[in-house]
């Protein structure tokens, strides 16, 4: 039997980035309401702050795994590290940002951000499908409202409304994807649900219901084809939102995304081997992570805005992580969860130096032009962020590709999936070049005319360090994290 | 002692950054190159024939068999050497730099390090990861400090940097997918990455059939094995030319050690035959070796009718590689000495031709144009870079007593012994070598004198310190490889013969 006292104790992480949500949000309408902007900005920070440092505090002291009944709420060691990255990420983007001026709405801009945080650490706790759906609601409406706050912005007003139109499509896609499967097994529970669906035939129903499911989740992790809103929401959004939508949000969509398909879905995997085909969610989601490869890749070469290319890479980036769903062993979702965090950490670094370099005006890549001279340790941080998504060695997202590929290749006998992981390396060789195209304006070309130092606030400088540092230290030493995410 | 030589160079790198000016910088590399060239002599000097050195071994990535493993047999040591010697005389010659000196040496040092990782590394991951962190400083070493001709126009001129910069972090790349798909692979079936134990995997003989190309190809795009090869003309010419001597001087040496260190060892059956002929080849190993003919021919034909003196040396690179590559793809034991004897020897010779040719001719005349340069006389003008043309010439064609000979006598041996037809080729290919040694020769510094080319002379200033010890210290080193090859044969001999190497001695190995 649940009682409300174990409820509270359960989640108990959740509730205090929720306070800590609610106290930015009272503490700047009453107290602050007549304080300049900056002390307002840094209390609403702090509150944040202490609010995530505290629940990763009681993560990290939470019983090793526990739940509520029907799937409710599911605790393993592997939900705490993602929660424990989801507010790490939320951390980071707070201190990202302390230095915006864009807004005079700033309680509600961190408490957005504490909402979403909430909505995310529910979306991975938990194995039921009614749940899963009011998180990802929960966490949709936080997002489409911070990509829109920009308010003397239309192109952040395009953005939010490209992003909600195509997010309450795909939503009732989801829904309708959920229905079929509560009909055709009686249950929202995902154990429950695969348990009704094992059997030997595949219900066309379950197809249907199959595609609905991708269609849904595919949005929220951008895969092609359902990726037409990111190049538009990157690119319009405020810079903190657009970073924060392409790091946290994809953690917790990918997580989610890969506990209905491995769990519910567990008896209509099919086969995406090249000779060994057979219908179920594997060969659908290779179609589609074989598309956003390509098309993330391909359209990426052709950007000149830099937030548009960060877009179309996080297509194709998600084309690769959608191949550790794909393979769907325990060694692959751990690479996966790897490949997630990593990915979200330099993504967010990315779009953090481009935060800094808002106030400049700075946004296609012809305006980095001689950024080496003028900030050095902002382009050296930049040159981490773009090399470790290009997975070049000793950063990162080099491991994540090698250890991603490596388990999606041992998946199936017979290299099973090797037409997938080659066509992953060749696309990821492809990625080189727009990366460098980036940085050779960073470094290689110099500014006609001799431009200032730039002045990059403190805070912002050592946060982006920080995010450097923790891309570079996670490539050189992977089995830190690796350790931590196989005890799930 | 010997990882030393990489931790070395990346905190020489980190120094000559912060280093608070461009003497500062260069002196700082300098000590660093030197230090890494001290490090590998003291291994030589301690050395005993069939040696093999653990450096360092511990537990990298424990849940994926990763090991940190750095280790050394006679044929890293020899590779190790090269490097030191080649960053020393790079950096003697590029101590010009005055655009973004800092900069400049910390890239450079970068991929130093990440060479003579690549030299010491004994897991495939750890050798692949020292690998790919060679290719980021190639691109900006080329894209920033990049030299170019001089009729181009001052925006071309950027365009022309950047697309040879492109060209080469490209293939580099695209070759290294290759390679990164074959040890993905690889790692499916082992679950290890260490090299002894991947090299005593038994691969089933299917597998190594096309794991083997896909290594070898991937690593011989960076050895300039025809027709992968057109990035390296390109490249060598646009560098500047330190980045071109180490280019030429060990950055290809790093695809050939590839070859033979994975491609070869790792999948010594992916190189038997197929059992059917297409076009009468009937195995990977002669379609290799065919190639390397005629890459052998092709660059030392291309390299005699080029105007640009940087583009002959940069074929004659593709030629001299060649040597390497059909060495590998005899698979005799002295036709794989005279491989790795090659990869030292044109390690040098190259460097040396890039250094007369980017330093003490283009920096002081600015055109590297062959039909400019005859009128200025140059032997008259500076001697010195004369001299030493003609000597590196003598050691490029492969005269006896510099370490060419040794090399390619020992790798047509080799290949006399597999495949007697190919000898023929590869002699025509060194006849065209000395016509276009002999050409460049002549057209360079010994060209007609012209009425109005008289007001070069005085403009020339004369050879610095910096660059004569460079000089001499890579001329001394083909000199001694050439006379006392017994020296290095006494480190690559064993170590061919080692059990690492036990599937490929079979057959004609003797």
């Known amino acids: 039997m649940m009682s409300y006292a174990d409820l509270l104790h359960f989640t108990l992480p959740e509730i205090v980035v929720a306070v800590a949500g609610l106290l930015a949000l009272t503490l700047d309408i009453t107290v602050l309401r007549k304080s300049p902007l900056s002390n307002r900005l840094r209390s609403a920070v702090i509150v944040a702050l202490i609010g995530c440092v505290l629940a990763i505090h009681f993560l990290t002291r939470a019983p090793h795994s526990y739940g509520l009944p029907d799937g409710m709420f599911v605790m393993t060691p592997l939900t705490h590290i993602v929660q424990i990255a989801l507010l790490v990420l939320a951390i980071f983007t707070a201190l990202l940002a302390r230095s915006t001026t864009f807004t005079g709405h700033i309680g509600e801009y961190i408490a957005l951000i504490l909402f979403a945080t909430v909505a995310m650490m529910f979306l991975v706790a938990t194995q039921n499908l009614l749940l899963i759906f009011v998180a990802l609601?929960?966490?949709?409406?936080?997002?489409?409202?911070?990509?829109?706050?920009?308010?003397?912005?239309?192109?952040?007003?395009?953005?939010?409304?490209?992003?909600?139109?195509f997010g309450g499509m795909s939503a009732g896609f989801l829904l309708f994807g959920i229905s079929l499967l509560y009909g055709l097994s009686g249950s929202i529970e995902l154990t429950k649900i695969a348990a009704a669906l094992s059997g030997p035939t595949l219900d066309p129903l379950l197809l249907v219901a199959i595609v609905m499911v991708t269609i849904g989740f595919g949005f929220k992790v951008a895969a092609a084809p359902f990726h037409l809103w990111a190049p538009d929401a990157y690119q319009g959004a405020p810079t903190v939102s657009a970073g924060f939508i392409a790091s946290s949000s994809k953690v917790a969509s990918f997580f989610v995304f890969a506990q209905v398909a491995t769990i519910a879905l567990a008896g209509a995997t099919g086969g995406g081997a090249f000779h060994g085909y057979s219908p179920g969610w594997v060969p659908v989601l290779a179609i589609v992570a074989a598309l956003?490869?390509?098309?993330?890749?391909?359209?990426?070469?052709?950007?000149?805005?830099?937030?548009?290319?960060?877009?179309?890479?996080?297509?194709?980036?998600?084309?690769?992580?959608?191949?550790?769903?794909?393979?769907?062993?325990?060694?692959?979702?751990?690479?996966?969860?790897?490949?997630?965090?990593?990915?979200?950490?330099?993504?967010?670094?990315?779009?953090?130096?481009?935060?800094?370099?808002?106030?400049?005006?700075?946004?296609?890549?012809?305006?980095?032009?001689?950024?080496?001279?003028?900030?050095?340790?902002?382009?050296?941080?930049?040159?981490?962020?773009?090399?470790?998504?290009?997975?070049?060695?000793?950063?990162?997202?080099?491991?994540?590709?090698f250890y991603i590929f490596s388990a999606a290749l041992s998946a199936e006998p017979h290299l099973g999936l090797l037409w997938l992981v080659l066509l992953a390396v060749a696309m990821s060789a492809v990625s080189l070049y727009y990366y460098l195209r980036v940085l050779k304006q960073a470094y290689v070309a110099e500014s006609p005319v001799r431009e200032p130092a730039l002045r990059i606030a403190l805070l912002t400088r050592l946060t982006l360090w920080t995010l450097a540092a923790l891309v570079v230290l996670l490539g050189c030493f992977p089995g830190v994290l690796l350790g931590w995410i196989g005890l799930g | 002692m010997l990882a030393w030589t990489i931790y070395l160079s990346f905190a020489g790198a980190l120094a000559a950054r912060l280093a608070p000016s461009k003497q500062a910088a260069r002196i700082v590399a300098l000590l660093t190159a030197l230090a890494g060239l001290a490090l590998s002599l003291i291994a030589l000097a301690h050395w005993h024939a069939g040696d093999f050195i653990t450096v360092t071994r511990v537990a990298w990535i424990p849940q994926l068999g990763i090991e940190y493993h750095l280790a050394a047999d006679g044929i890293s040591l020899t590779l190790l050497l090269l490097t030191g010697i080649a960053a020393t005389a790079g950096i003697l010659f590029s101590w010009n730099?005055?655009?973004?000196?800092?900069?400049?040496?910390?890239?450079?040092?970068?991929?130093?390090?990440?060479?003579?990782?690549?030299?010491?590394?004994?897991?495939?991951?750890?050798?692949?990861?020292f690998y790919e962190i060679a290719i980021i400083p190639k691109y900006f070493l080329i894209a920033i400090w990049g030299s170019v001709p001089r009729d181009a126009s001052p925006e071309n001129r950027g365009a022309l940097r950047e697309y040879a910069a492109m060209k080469l972090a490209l293939y580099s790349f695209a070759g290294s997918a290759l390679v990164l798909a074959g040890m993905v692979a690889a790692w499916s079936f082992s679950h290890t990455l260490s090299l002894e134990a991947l090299a005593a995997y038994p691969f089933p003989a299917h597998f190594q059939m096309w794991a083997f190309p896909l290594v070898f190809v991937g690593f011989a795009v960076l050895a300039g094995m025809w027709p992968f090869h057109t990035w390296a003309p390109t490249g060598h010419a646009a560098a500047p030319t330190a980045a071109s001597m180490l280019l030429a001087g060990v950055v290809m040496k790093l695809g050939a050690y590839g070859c033979l260190r994975v491609a070869m060892m790792l999948f010594p059956r992916g190189l038997d035959p197929w059992g059917f002929h297409v076009l009468g080849l009937g195995s990977w190993r002669e379609v290799f070796a065919l190639l390397a003919?005629?890459?052998?021919?092709?660059?030392?034909?291309?390299?005699?009718?080029?105007?640009?003196?940087?583009?002959?040396?940069?074929?004659?690179?593709?030629?001299?590689?060649?040597?390497?590559?059909?060495?590998?793809?005899?698979?005799?034991?002295?036709?794989?000495?005279?491989?790795?004897?090659?990869?030292?020897?044109?390690?040098?010779?190259?460097?040396?031709?890039?250094?007369?040719?980017?330093?003490?001719?283009?920096?002081?005349?600015?055109?590297?144009?062959?039909?400019?340069?005859?009128?200025?006389?140059?032997?008259?003008?500076?001697?010195?870079?004369?001299?030493?043309?003609?000597?590196?010439?003598?050691?490029?064609?492969?005269?006896?007593?510099?370490?060419?000979?040794?090399?390619?006598?020992?790798?047509?041996?080799?290949?006399?012994?597999?495949?007697?037809?190919?000898?023929?080729?590869?002699?025509?290919?060194?006849?065209?070598?000395?016509?276009?040694?002999?050409?460049?020769?002549?057209?360079?510094?010994?060209?007609?004198?012209?009425?109005?080319?008289?007001?070069?002379?005085?403009?020339?200033?004369?050879?610095?310190?910096?660059?004569?010890?460079?000089?001499?210290?890579?001329?001394?080193?083909?000199?001694?490889?050439?006379?006392?090859?017994?020296?290095?044969?006494?480190?690559?001999?064993?170590?061919?013969?080692?059990?690492?190497?036990?599937?490929?001695?079979?057959?004609?190995?003797?």
Request: aromatic share 12%; charged share 10%.
């Open chain 2, 293 to 510: 003919l005629i890459g052998i021919v092709y660059g030392a034909s291309v390299a005699l009718v080029q105007r640009d003196f940087k583009f002959v040396i940069g074929y004659s690179s593709v030629s001299h590689m060649g040597f390497v590559l059909l060495g590998l793809m005899t698979l005799t034991q002295i036709g794989l000495d005279g491989a790795v004897f090659q990869m030292f020897s044109h390690g040098i010779i190259a460097g040396l031709l890039f250094a007369v040719v980017g330093r003490m001719v283009y920096d002081r005349t600015h055109t590297r144009d062959l039909n400019e340069l005859g009128p200025m006389r140059l032997a008259h003008v500076i001697p010195f870079a004369a001299v030493t043309f003609i000597l590196a010439g003598m050691a490029s064609i492969g005269l006896p007593g510099f370490s060419g000979f040794i090399a390619e006598f020992q790798v047509l041996l080799g290949t006399w012994r597999a495949f007697p037809w190919m000898v023929f080729v590869a002699g025509i290919g060194i006849l065209v070598g000395i016509a276009f040694t002999w050409r460049a020769l002549i057209k360079a510094f010994f060209g007609e004198r012209e009425s109005g080319a008289a007001g070069h002379h005085e403009s020339c200033p004369p050879i610095s310190l910096p660059e004569k010890c460079g000089a001499v210290l890579l001329l001394a080193t083909t000199l001694a490889a050439g006379l006392f090859p017994q020296v290095l044969t006494n480190l690559i001999l064993p170590a061919l013969n080692s059990p690492l190497f036990r599937g490929l001695q079979t057959g004609a190995w003797r």
């Open chain 2, 97 to 129: 730099i005055e655009h973004r000196t800092q900069e400049f040496f910390a890239f450079y040092l970068v991929l130093i390090g990440g060479v003579y990782g690549v030299f010491l590394s004994f897991d495939l991951f750890l050798l692949f990861a």
């Open chain 1, 292 to 401: 956003s490869m390509i098309l993330g890749n391909l359209a990426a070469i052709a950007q000149t805005s830099l937030r548009r290319l960060l877009a179309y890479s996080a297509i194709g980036h998600a084309g690769y992580m959608l191949l550790g769903l794909i393979a769907h062993t325990q060694q692959s979702l751990s690479a996966l969860v790897y490949y997630v965090i990593t990915y979200a950490l330099a993504s967010l670094g990315a779009f953090g130096v481009l935060g800094a370099l808002e106030s400049e005006g700075i946004d296609r890549i012809a305006d980095l032009r001689g950024l080496s001279r003028r900030a050095p340790g902002l382009s050296f941080c930049l040159l981490v962020f773009l090399l470790s998504l290009a997975g070049i060695p000793p950063l990162a997202g080099f491991f994540g590709k």
């Open chain 1, 137 to 165: 609601e929960f966490l949709s409406l936080s997002l489409y409202i911070l990509t829109g706050f920009d308010k003397q912005s239309r192109q952040s007003a395009e953005a939010a409304l490209k992003y909600f139109l």
